[in-house]
C-alpha cells in the first residue's frame, strides 16, 4: 500500500494565521474580569486562568527555547507531536499551576498584560535573524523540530484552547481564524488516520480535509461502504476529548456503515 505524502503547510500563511488567532485570544483575555479568571473549564482543575497560563505558554516557547542545544535525535514531524502529546499532560498541567503563581497569579489586567508581553516576545523572535533562517530548528518536548513545522502545532494549541476558552465563558463561538481551523483540523485528521492506519472509513471534514484510515477492507471506487462526516470544529473536539462521540452523533456528526464508530479510536490529541 502507497504511503501518502505528508502534507505541508505555506509558512507565510501560518506565520498569518498564528498573528490572527493570537491577536483573538489576545482581545478575548483583554476583556475578562477577576471572576472570570475564576471560572471552571473542561480541562479538569484548570481556572480560565490556568488556561491563560497555558496561552502563555504556547506563545513563549519559541522566544525561550529558540537558542537552546538540539538533542542528538532526527527531527520529528507534527504527526509525531500528535502521537506523543498524552505523554506530557502531567507535565503540562503542573507547568500551568506554576506559571500562574508565577507570572499569571495578578489581576485581570496584570494577567492580560503577561500574555500579551509573551506573545509580543514571540513575534521579535520570529522577525529575529534566527526566527527567519531557513530550516531552522527548535527543540521542543518530543525531540527537536523545524521551526516551521512547530508553529503549525501552535495553530492547533490555539484553535483547542480558544475554543476551551470560548466554551469556559459561555460564548456562542470564537472567531477562529480560517487558515488556524483548517490547519487544526488538516493535521487531526491526518493524524487520525496515521493513528489509525488502513482503508475502510473515509473520514470527511469538509471543506478541509478527507483521509482513509482504520484496519479492512479498502475502498477503491464508488460511495465508500463506511463514511465519517462532521464540521471542522466537531472534528476538532472529538479528536482533542473535548466531546464525546455519542454525544454529537446524529447532531453535528453523521457515521454510516458497520466499521464507521469511531469512538474506540479517539481522542487523537491527549
Avoid at 465508500?224 to 472529538?238: A, F, G, H, K, S
Wanted: proline content about 9%; charged content about 20%.
Amino acid at each position: 500500500m502507497p504511503t501518502a505524502k505528508p502534507r505541508t503547510y505555506d509558512p507565510v500563511k501560518v506565520r498569518a494565521a498564528l498573528t490572527g488567532q493570537l491577536d483573538a485570544i489576545s482581545a478575548a483575555v483583554r476583556d475578562l474580569d477577576d471572576g472570570q479568571l475564576a471560572r471552571p473549564t473542561r480541562l479538569g482543575e484548570w481556572r480560565v486562568r490556568e488556561l491563560v497560563a497555558h496561552l502563555g505558554m504556547v506563545a513563549s516557547w519559541v522566544p525561550l527555547h529558540l537558542h537552546d542545544p538540539l538533542p542528538p535525535r532526527a527531527p520529528i514531524t507534527p504527526l509525531y507531536w500528535a502521537s506523543q502529546t498524552r505523554t506530557a499532560a502531567a507535565v503540562i498541567d503542573a507547568t500551568a499551576v506554576e506559571l500562574v503563581v508565577e507570572q499569571f497569579a495578578g489581576d485581570a489586567a496584570q494577567v492580560s498584560g503577561e500574555l500579551d508581553r509573551q506573545i509580543g516576545e514571540l513575534w521579535k523572535a520570529l522577525d529575529g535573524p534566527e526566527g527567519r533562517e531557513p530550516g531552522r530548528v527548535i527543540p521542543m518536548r518530543f525531540g527537536p523540530m523545524p521551526l516551521a513545522d512547530f508553529l503549525v502545532t501552535r495553530l492547533v494549541e490555539t484553535v483547542v484552547h480558544a475554543d476551551d476558552l470560548a466554551d469556559a465563558l459561555g460564548l456562542a463561538e470564537f472567531p477562529h481564524d480560517r487558515f488556524a481551523l483548517a490547519s487544526a483540523a488538516r493535521l487531526l485528521a491526518d493524524a487520525f488516520a496515521a493513528q489509525a492506519p488502513g482503508g475502510a472509513v473515509e473520514l470527511r471534514v469538509p471543506p478541509y480535509a478527507v483521509v482513509q484510515a482504520v484496519e479492512g477492507p479498502r475502498h477503491t471506487r464508488g460511495t465508500p461502504p463506511n463514511v465519517v462526516e462532521t464540521d471542522p470544529l466537531t472534528w476538532v473536539r472529538l479528536a482533542t476529548g473535548r466531546v464525546a462521540w455519542a454525544s454529537v452523533l446524529d447532531v453535528a456528526l453523521s457515521a454510516s456503515g458497520e466499521r464507521s464508530d469511531l469512538s474506540g479510536y479517539l481522542p487523537v490529541l491527549g
